[in-house]
């Protein structure tokens, strides 16, 4: 179930974690957030999946969160070198996709690593279940990413206040329905300040 202000989510950490862009320059998390709402999408590793079964729904899902006023944001864990093809495999050119190889955003926003996390039986029947959506993989490279961490949601506002979080448990567990329907109705008005 998501959580608002999770137990494990460091906000102050996130906000001055360096990340990279496409050709490797960095920029602080925080800077995501100055202007707008923030929908962070953190990404397993840019080979897998579930990862890109779920960009691919945020993506398409993209016209409703950005008429809300937030901005998506995917952020991945491998080499900057993967960010292009990630983006133009998934169609989502226009995208902001960025990459955290050091894992500290990850840390930062309550996101899971671990061996058992990936071995899960869930983690297996939600593989199947995405193969069997016509989603698939590419070949897994170290350098796509750390294959045992888990992905994620969080949504910031621009006041700097965790809106929605998301801590996948397995390969493949995300929220269905839209995010913004998830936010508690108190929080919603943020979205438009």
Known sequence: MPQINAPGVDLAQLA????LAAPGQPLLVGQLWQKQTVILVFLR?????????????VWAEREKYQSSGARIIFIGN??????EKFRQDLGIEHGVVLTDPS????????????????????????????????YSATPYHKDAGNHWQMGGILAVSKQGKALF????????????????DLINEDEKAILSA
């Open 16 to 19: 001055a974690t360096s990340i």
């Open 78 to 83: 491998g080499q900057a070198s993967w960010i």
């Open 103 to 134: 894992l500290l955003s990850f840390e930062a926003a309550g996101m899971r690593l671990g061996y058992f996390d990936l071995l899960r039986p869930q983690s297996v029947i939600n593989r199947m279940k995405l193969a069997q959506d016509g």
């Open 165 to 180: 979080h998301f801590a996948s448990q397995a390969l493949g567990d995300f929220p269905d329905e839209p995010y913004l």
């Open 45 to 57: 590793h840019f080979a897998c999946i579930a990862c890109r079964a779920h960009a691919a729904q």
